[in-house]
C-alpha cells in the first residue's frame, strides 16, 4: 500500500504544480493584455481591472494598488463559499498578477503600441484577457473580482462562465464614460467585454470537451484493460451482428477529448481491426468528469 500511496501523492503535487504554473501564465497573458493594449490606449474593461482603470484615469493612482485591495475584500467571500482551495489558488493569482502588472508597466514604459488603431488595440488586449482567464479557471483558479461571482454562480447553476462576468462588467464599463467623456471608448470597452467572454469559453471548454467511443473487437478485455489504466471506464454491451448472426462484445467509453489519440493507439496496438466510432458530446456529468449543477429541491 505504501507505494501506491507515494504516487498518489506525487501525481497530486505534480497535478497542483502543473495548476499553479497554469495560473501564472494565465496572469502573465492578462497583465499583456491590460497594460500593454487597454489601458495606455484609454480602453475600459470589466471586473476590478475595469474600475482600478477608472481610478487611474481620474486619479493617476496605479492600478495594481487598486486592484489588490478591492480584490482582498472579495476573497473574504471567496473564502466563506468556493472554500480554501479555490481562494487559496485566486489568492495566489491576485499576488502573481499585481507583481507582473507592475513588472510589464516598467518594461513597457513610454510603449503605446496601436495608439492610431483602438479596435485593433481592443481585440488584441481583449484576447489576451481572455486567454488569461480561461487558463486561470482551467487550473481552478481565478483572477478575482468578478470571476469570484461568476465562478459562484457556476458552482450551482450549469451558466456559462464567459456570459456570467459579461452580465456583471457591463455597468463597470458604462460607468468609464464619467471619467474618459468619450462614448466611443464605451463602445470599444464592450466590443472588448465580449471579445474576452468569448476567449473565456473557448479556453474553458476546449479543456472539458469529451468524446464517446463504441468499440467492437474480439480482444475487448486486453482494450479494456489498458483503457481502465488511463482512469477511464469501460462499460461491455452484449450486441449481436444482424447480418452475421454472432453475438459480439461492444464497449461503450467516455474520455476526455485529449484522451483520444491514447485510445485509439491502445486500439491499434491490440486489434488493428477493431470496429470503432468516435463521437463528441455535449457533456459528461458523473465521476472523473463535470459534477451536476442543479438545485436540490427543499421539502
Known amino acids: 500500500m505504501k507505494p501506491t500511496l507515494s504516487m498518489n501523492s506525487n501525481h497530486v503535487m505534480v497535478r497542483e504544480l502543473k495548476d499553479y504554473l497554469m495560473i ?25 481591472p475595469g474600475i482600478a482603470s477608472i481610478v487611474y484615469w481620474g486619479t493617476g493612482l496605479p492600478v ?8 482582498a475584500l472579495l476573497l473574504l467571500l471567496s473564502l466563506k463559499i468556493l472554500g480554501w482551495k479555490f481562494s487559496m489558488k485566486t489568492v495566489y493569482a ?26 485593433m488595440a481592443c481585440i488584441l488586449g481583449a484576447i489576451f484577457c481572455g486567454s488569461g482567464i480561461g487558463f486561470a479557471f482551467t487550473a481552478n483558479g481565478s483572477t478575482g473580482g468578478t470571476d469570484i461571482i461568476a465562478a459562484i454562480v457556476n458552482k450551482y447553476r450549469d451558466v456559462s462562465l464567459g456570459r456570467m462576468i459579461m452580465f456583471c462588467d457591463m455597468i463597470i464599463i458604462a460607468s468609464s464614460y464619467f471619467v474618459l ?13 465580449f471579445v474576452t467572454g468569448y476567449m473565456i469559453d473557448q479556453v474553458v471548454n476546449s479543456s472539458r470537451q469529451s468524446v464517446q467511443f463504441f468499440i467492437i473487437s474480439s480482444k475487448y478485455e ?22 452475421t448472426g454472432k453475438q459480439v462484445k461492444m464497449m461503450f467509453v467516455l474520455a476526455k477529448k485529449s484522451q483520444s ?19 463528441a ?14 438545485k436540490k429541491k427543499t421539502n
Open 24 to 48: 501564472a501564465l494565465g496572469m502573465i497573458f492578462y497583465g499583456i493584455g491590460w497594460t500593454v493594449f487597454l489601458l495606455p490606449n484609454d480602453l475600459p474593461s470589466g471586473a476590478v
Open 64 to 71: 495594481q494598488y487598486t486592484y489588490f485591495a478591492i480584490n
Open 94 to 119: 491576485v499576488f502573481v498578477l499585481t507583481f507582473f502588472l507592475s513588472v510589464i508597466q516598467r518594461l513597457t514604459s513610454g510603449l503605446q503600441l496601436l495608439h492610431d488603431q483602438p479596435f
Open 181 to 193: 467623456h468619450d462614448l466611443e471608448k464605451v463602445v470599444y470597452g464592450y466590443v472588448t467585454l
Open 222 to 243: 486486453e482494450i479494456g484493460r489498458e483503457i481502465n489504466a488511463l482512469h477511464r471506464g469501460v462499460t461491455v454491451i452484449d450486441g449481436t451482428g444482424l447480418y
Open 261 to 279: 489519440n491514447t485510445i485509439f493507439q491502445i486500439i491499434n496496438d491490440i486489434d488493428p481491426r477493431a470496429f470503432v466510432s468516435q463521437s
Open 281 to 294: 458530446v455535449i457533456g459528461v456529468y458523473g465521476e472523473g468528469f463535470d459534477h451536476f449543477k442543479v
